[in-house]
Nanobody
Framework: QVQLVESGGGLVQAGGSLRLSCAAS????????VGWFRQAPGKEREFVAG????????YYADSMEGRFTISRDNAKNTVYLQMISLKPEDTAVYYC???????????????????WGQGTQVTVSS
């Protein structure tokens, strides 16, 4: 099981930008596909973006594509989520999660992931 820690969240005005980081322990991070999810109060956890084990394939939820960019640096054991043009409806706790069973693929259901970070709060003011 890989250990994940998110960071980079905070308070930002609408239209602003944030970069989230997901740091993983160990030297086998390249064996995991990684997804970003978010959960707002009273809502279900939803898929945001995913990246496969090599970083050669990415996938985004429709509402995020064009504003969010996921990337990974396996040498640093880190996955990033660059967010621009943030909207108040982007306010949520953002989580990263790792899937080791099908690392060549990107899956969008939370139940498909094996390890989760503690989350980082993103708040976008209007």
């Amino acid at each position: 099981q890989v250990q994940l820690v998110e960071s980079g969240g905070g308070l930002v005005q609408a239209g602003g930008s944030l970069r989230l980081s997901c740091a993983a322990s160990g030297h086998t991070f390249s064996s995991y596909a990684v997804g970003w999810f978010r959960q707002a109060p009273g809502k279900e956890r939803e898929f945001v973006a995913g990246i496969n084990w090599s970083g050669g394939s990415t996938y985004y939820a429709d509402s995020m594509e064009g504003r969010f960019t996921i990337s990974r640096d396996n040498a640093k054991n880190t996955v990033y989520l660059q967010m621009i043009s943030l909207k108040p409806e982007d306010t949520a706790v953002y989580y990263c999660a790792a899937n080791y069973r099908t690392p060549r693929n990107i899956l969008i259901r939370p139940s498909s992931y094996d390890s989760w970070g503690q989350g980082t709060q993103v708040t976008v003011s209007s």
